[in-house]
């Protein structure tokens, strides 16, 4: 995805940088790099947000911006990229998640939708709900990454060539 694709999809930076949420990142939501658009930056952004988009936390906006102001990658499409995860999709999310953990640690214990049960289970069901995360995490970003990098690549080359 090309540049001048990205601009047109992507909102206008200083609208952006305008959000009163983001004015406790100060200056820092000002560097010039977390508003690149040039490829490794685009594409740390693209792992960032799909990991954290993945993480079943509250403040997924505000880990995002402390990773990408930390890690020096786009902030605008790790910010687009964690509303994946959305009303709509996290129960899916998670529940998949859960089972993934559930095999993984090889429990077989399903749940029951039960206080009582969940209460006296807490520790057995995030284990496994976090263990399924990461794995999740982990592959769907990485796989994303190579996903868009190969893409960005091959437009590349394909304008080069209609150029020559």
Known sequence: MPKTK?????????KIKKNRALKIFGKHIN???????????ILGG???????????MPFQMVLVAILTILFNVNFPIAFALIWLSNPVTM???YYFEYELGNILLNNK??????????????????LSLYTGTLLVCIVFSIL????????WIKEVKKKRKKRA
């Open 91 to 93: 129960p899916i999310i």
């Open 46 to 56: 693209i792992f960032i947000g799909i990991f954290v988009a993945f993480i079943p």
């Open 6 to 14: 990205l601009r047109k999809i992507l909102p206008d930076h200083n």
């Open 31 to 41: 560097k010039r790099e977390i508003w690149s658009l040039n490829r490794k930056k």
């Open 109 to 126: 214990n399903a749940i029951e939708f039960s206080f009582e049960h969940m209460n006296d289970n807490l520790a057995k069901i995030a």
């Open 144 to 151: 994303s990454v190579l996903l868009v990098n190969f893409l």
